[in-house]
């Protein structure tokens, strides 16, 4: 590699770097929640469902984000979109943590996830517009590992400020979210816009000389040219009413089902709930709970890592195969570890450590890059959108049903939850049988995959365009390009 091949890749890095924060914060503010819980229940008195409302009010402002920035996106640019989400998420973390009552934690919770919503589809499609075709799935899997990393400092975080001793230890784990928020402003400010908004707004000159500081200078003039023919073809659509036809169903059914999947294998319950598993597991106190969940969060960024160096070398389809099989397997052995005396919270331990592994190096960056990889240009920020939204809409019910689901089965097993106490407290297999249910999701998906997950590995935006306009089958994508 030459020195100016260098430069590029360096900027290219750098650029994706600042813009993957916006990934961080999203972990972050979904993470930190799981450390502060324990606190928050009983600081304020909750039940297990007023928690499963203070922790769904989050991720419906996440949906309500998501719902309702795709078309600014495209009609203000990606840039200024992240900006803004870089302010919400700032202002946000001072209001959660200074929240005097429920309904004020709920309200600013909701306000926080508006900027997680917004975030979870604009710094992905930002990146995979920046990025060069050879490094488009590296990169944009960046925003993914930066979500590892940031759950793992919200761990690292709760962990540090935890104090058994401290009900109100929650207040400061919330205010470190202003932290990461004000590096992704910062930095934002003097990164460009993606040369693909610029170009579809007309404003060819500047597209071309950002291109050209990413792009390998002997593609420069092909994707430039298959860009604006894309483009051409684009204006003469309407956005709503394209997305929606015959031609692009595909596609939508791709990014719909991908992140129903995504979430429906449980990960997320995981993530919020991690301490309050281990303490249903029998782990004693909040701090250990905590600590228990930090290796979660390590295996999780390094696992994160592994996707990177593999998501382009074995494809989507490979991975999302491995991954999903994994995770079905680790499902089943979670919900074992809840029905096992004794030894039976360590079996849980290293089981969830087996399943995030596999589901980091599969559909936790999956899902975000195959929703920038589908879309037509003009229709690619509503398209990702979309995915955003089915992945904040589906996190929803499955957080907001966890221990409902649990309770359903504990009440079905005549389990009666004595006076101050809660179903996780004292129901341990009721909570274990949820995961069976959500193993049995992860076996759906690989049907669903069989027929649905595109191999777009080392496929141009413009190629996987034409293919969807020739009607061809998503698992044939890649077999058309190599015959």
């Known amino acids: 590699m030459n020195e100016k091949a260098k430069h590029r890749k360096s900027v290219v890095v750098v650029i994706a770097s600042i813009a993957a924060t916006g990934g961080l914060l999203f972990g972050f503010d979904t993470g930190v929640i799981s450390g502060a819980i324990p606190f928050i229940q009983d600081y304020f008195e909750l039940t297990d469902s007023q928690v499963e409302n203070v922790t769904a009010l ?38 959660t943590g200074m929240a005097p009552t429920v309904p004020q934690l709920m309200i600013s919770r909701f306000y926080l996830g508006l900027a997680i919503g ?12 920046i990025a060069p075709t050879k490094i488009r799935g590296t990169l944009v899997s960046l925003f993914q590992l930066l979500i590892t990393v940031g759950i793992l400092a919200a ?5 540090a400020f935890a104090d058994n ?33 610029l170009m579809s707004k007309g404003r060819e000159e500047l597209g071309r000389k950002i291109l050209a500081r990413t792009e390998d ?6 994707v430039i040219a298959e860009m604006k023919k894309e483009i051409a073809i684009d204006k003469r659509q309407a956005g709503w009413k394209e997305i929606f036809k015959p ?37 004693e106190g909040a701090e250990a709970a905590i600590a228990a969940s930090v290796i979660v969060g390590v295996v999780n960024v390094l696992f994160t890592i592994v996707s990177l160096f593999v998501i382009d070398r074995l494809g989507r389809r490979k991975l999302y195969f491995i991954g999903v099989s994994g995770i079905a397997a680790a499902l089943i052995c979670m919900g074992l570890g809840f029905m096992l005396p004794g030894a039976g919270k360590w079996f849980l331990v290293i089981s969830m450590l087996v399943y995030i592994a596999f589901f980091a190096i599969s559909l936790g960056p999956l899902g975000w890059l195959i929703i920038t990889e589908v879309f037509p240009t003009r229709v690619r920020g509503l398209g990702s959108s979309i995915g955003s939204l089915s992945n904040w809409g589906f996190n929803t019910l499955v957080v907001w049903t966890f221990f409902k689901m649990a309770s359903a089965i504990g009440n079905a097993k005549d389990v009666v939850i004595p006076e101050g106490k809660v179903l996780s407290d004292v129901c341990p297999t009721c909570v274990g049988s949820v995961f069976w249910i959500f193993a049995a999701v992860a076996l759906i998906g690989l049907v669903w995959g069989y027929y649905f997950i595109p191999e777009t590995k ?5 190629e996987i365009d034409a293919h969807w306009r020739a009607g061809k089958k998503p698992r044939e994508l890649k077999k058309q390009r190599e015959m």
Do not use: C, H
């Not at 984000?65 to 203000?76: E, H, P, Q, S, V």
């Not at 990606?78 to 989400?85: F, H, N």
């Not at 200078?217 to 092909?222: G, K, S």
């Not at 080392?458 to 413009?462: A, C, P, S, Y």
């Open 58 to 95: 989050g991720l419906i402002g996440a949906v309500v984000g998501a719902l309702f920035t795709g078309r600014i996106t495209d009609y203000l640019g990606r840039k200024k979109v992240i900006l803004a989400s870089a302010v919400i998420f700032a202002t946000g973390a001072i209001w």
């Open 118 to 129: 917004v975030s979870s589809f604009s710094v992905p499609l930002y990146i995979s517009e």
């Open 155 to 159: 761990y690292l975080s709760d962990r």
């Open 165 to 197: 001793s401290n009900l109100e230890s929650w207040r400061p784990m919330l205010y470190v979210g202003v932290v990461p928020a004000l590096i992704l402003l910062i930095g934002m400010i003097f990164l460009p816009e993606t040369p693909r908004w």
């Open 217 to 222: 200078p002997e593609l420069l003039d092909t």
């Open 247 to 283: 031609w692009l169903r595909n596609a939508l059914i791709i990014a719909v089902g991908i992140m129903f999947f995504q979430q429906f294998v449980g990960i997320n319950t995981v993530i919020y709930y991690s301490p309050k598993i281990f303490l249903s597991a029998g782990f």
């Open 458 to 462: 080392g496929v141009t935006l413009e």
